[in-house]
């Protein structure tokens, strides 16, 4: 027996609801590979899911959680073997197939990373989803080339962003970390961001399509009217990597400053991303990224706790990552 978060619906127009549950691993959906799960943790998708909001949730029952770091403890997949500690970010878990917010996981060998060495797993946690997504936007800024000048990150205190900003900041970037919780600037300037700007002129609609050039290169995981506005202030040649849709799905913009600055919109998928690309960013998350700045934007609950994240995540009240000891 196990205990596993589980999302019910018991009909197409009603609510969802959330509950911890004793299940077997009877329960477990098809995969080659089962793990002991350690950490997951709530992203802004769990906290949706957690929360019975629709749109994540595929399938019901399910077990959300989008992020897990286990052991594998039985495995018919000759690529893994029992004991590998392994990382699982995307592929549809948490949202079509069984996810992390229980102690055991039934899986696809395809998914799974292997824990780096010299990677602790609560911190393999920390990063989740969140921080595999900001390295993958820091990769793609990487290899369209960023300009000197300020780079910078929407949404600086969410999970992206937070990472984002270290990741960032300490490979000698100057960043600018905006926020709509200036009670966070001691918070991200600990992280390194060399300023703290508020979010709301950038989030407000009708911008102008060009405006002053700012920006050599920014990481957005909020999208809308805050994304348009960033393309109409990077400078030319700039790139802006995309990643999220905080503030919404909407992009309202004009192709100016693609045809006239050569702005680059670099779209990020952490869902998808190949296992090659995975394998690169959690590399570079495991040298380049202080444990100790990890450390300080992290925050640990228990199994049970993690509904009541979700509350927060979704209002915008959590700051940095939330990692879940399932085993709590």
Avoid at 96 to 104: K, M, N, Q, S, T
Avoid at 135 to 156: K, W
Avoid at 221 to 245: E, F, I, K, M
Wanted: hydrophobic share 45%.
């Amino acid at each position: 027996m196990f205990r596993a978060l589980r999302v019910e619906n018991s009909a197409p127009d009603a609510a969802a609801k959330v509950s911890l549950r004793e299940l077997d691993d009877s329960d477990l959906p098809p995969g080659r590979v089962t793990l002991d799960v350690e950490y997951s943790g709530v992203n802004f998708k769990d906290g949706l899911a957690l929360a019975g909001r629709p749109g994540v949730v595929k399938q019901y029952p399910l077990t959300p959680g989008i992020d897990l770091v286990g052991i594998v403890a039985a495995s018919d997949d000759d690529r893994w073997g029992v004991g590998d500690g392994v990382i699982l970010t995307g592929w549809g878990v948490g949202e079509r197939h069984d996810g992390g917010l229980a102690e055991r996981a039934r899986v696809d060998g395809d998914w799974l990373v292997a824990l780096p060495e010299g990677l602790e797993p609560r911190h393999a946690a920390a990063i989740g989803t969140a921080g595999f997504t900001a390295m993958l936007s820091v990769l793609a800024l990487e290899r369209h080339g960023i300009g000197d000048g300020d780079v910078l990150v929407t949404g600086a205190a969410g999970g992206v962003g937070s990472i984002a900003v270290a990741l960032l900041a300490g490979s000698g970037r100057r960043v600018v970390a905006s926020t709509g919780r200036r009670s966070e600037s001691a918070f991200l300037e600990s992280l390194g961001a060399a300023e703290v700007v508020d979010r709301g002129p950038l989030g407000e609609a009708g911008g102008r399509p060009l405006q002053s050039q700012r920006w050599a290169a920014a990481v957005d995981p909020v999208g809308s009217h805050t994304l348009a506005n960033v393309l109409a202030q990077v400078r030319y040649g700039g790139a802006v990597a995309a990643s999220g849709l905080a503030q919404g799905a909407d992009l309202v913009t004009t192709v100016m400053p693609f045809i006239l600055r050569g702005v680059s919109l670099l779209g990020i998928n952490s869902v998808e991303a190949p296992s090659s690309l995975r394998e690169e960013a959690w590399a570079r998350l495991t040298s380049d990224l202080d444990r100790e700045l990890l450390d300080s934007l992290t925050t640990t609950v228990a199994l049970a706790d993690a509904p009541s994240v979700a509350r927060d995540i979704l209002a915008g009240g959590v700051r940095g990552r939330t990692v879940v000891d399932v085993r709590a």
